[in-house]
């Protein structure tokens, strides 16, 4: 399939801004949520971070707020187990995933510090 084969592609190679964005990630850690929903500056922290690097649309609803990273992680969604939505519940040793956050919290925070210079002040507030 060529490029050209795509329906509906803007023929420029320009086209508006997404409306919605989906990040595909696989976490060596098993912390972070399987689906969450991130404000513009969120996701533009993850993917500067390299949310997806560190291994070689939900239906609308209620969300609640992810304690360590401050994902809004949906409450529930249609197709998915309600207890894998947040993976502090799939853990028997929630002392050992809370370690493992915040390992991964340290992590991201020293990998961002590279980027911080070049960021607004907005940005390095909300991605804190």
């Not at 390299?50 to 409450?75: M, Q, R």
Request: net charge positive; with cysteine; charged share 20%.
């Amino acid at each position: 399939m060529k490029l050209n084969d795509i329906p509906n592609i803007a023929k420029s190679g320009c086209g508006g801004y997404p409306a919605n964005i989906i990040m595909l990630t696989c976490d060596a850690f098993g912390v972070l949520p399987p689906i969450a929903r991130l404000t513009a500056e969120k996701t533009m922290f993850h993917f500067l971070s390299g949310y997806t690097a560190k291994v070689a649309g939900t239906d609308a609803g209620v969300f609640e707020k992810d304690a360590f990273f401050g994902l809004d992680i949906p409450t529930s969604c249609t197709g998915v187990p309600g207890d894998v939505l947040n993976p502090r519940n799939t853990r028997a040793d929630k002392k050992m995933y809370d370690e493992a956050v915040t390992r991964l919290v340290g992590m991201f925070k020293e990998n961002f510090e590279k980027y911080a210079p070049t960021v607004t002040a907005m940005w390095r507030v909300s991605c804190k």
